[in-house]
């Protein structure tokens, strides 16, 4: 017979938020400590400023532990999650478009680093940033959360011809933007 931790931390999704709504003090933690990487990882991926993505993520929690009890349970508690953060970045984003935007800088991350790895994660990150916020939902939903179609609709509240508009124009925008890291690996540079 297990410890109540144990059973705890078998529950499911939908059971955990279920005993929150039913007033276990812990339940909502526990959901929350569950998908707190890939929540912040998503605010982080949909918004401007990491400062940005914690509020949002912030706001997004206190929504999700006061709107439990309409949760209809006709999806996953994730995708609840996951739609609760997008539209809290979004509406961040929003209420933010006044805010003057700063040129990322080199210095952001050391000149010569030694792997190219993460070179080409600071072209792709600064590549994303770059798109329109409802195309960078989609794609970063779709390409990098690993959502269908059907559920990154259900999830902006669009239609899926929409998602796949926004993930299409997002592509071809990103492809346009990265399309140097291929010439750099494949053409040499020229003598002086």
Known sequence: MGSFGDDRRSRSDADLLAAHVN?????????????????????????????????????????????????????AVSSWLYRIVVNACLDRLRRNKSRPTAALHD????????????????????ALMGLPVEQRAAVVAVDMQGYS???????????????KSRCSRARAKLAKALGYLDERVLEPEPSS
């Open 23 to 75: 007033g276990d003090r812990y339940a909502f933690e526990e959901l929350f400590h569950r998908h707190h990487r890939q929540l912040y990882r998503l605010a982080r991926l949909t918004s401007r400023h990491p400062e940005d993505a914690a509020d949002a993520l912030q706001d997004a929690m206190l929504s999700a532990h006061r709107n439990a009890p309409t949760f209809r349970y006709d999806s």
């Open 107 to 126: 210095d952001l991350a050391p000149i010569g680093d030694p792997t190219a790895r993460v070179d080409t994660a600071i072209a792709v990150q600064r």
């Open 149 to 163: 179609v059907a559920e990154t609709a259900r999830l902006l509240g669009v239609a899926e011809g929409t998602v």
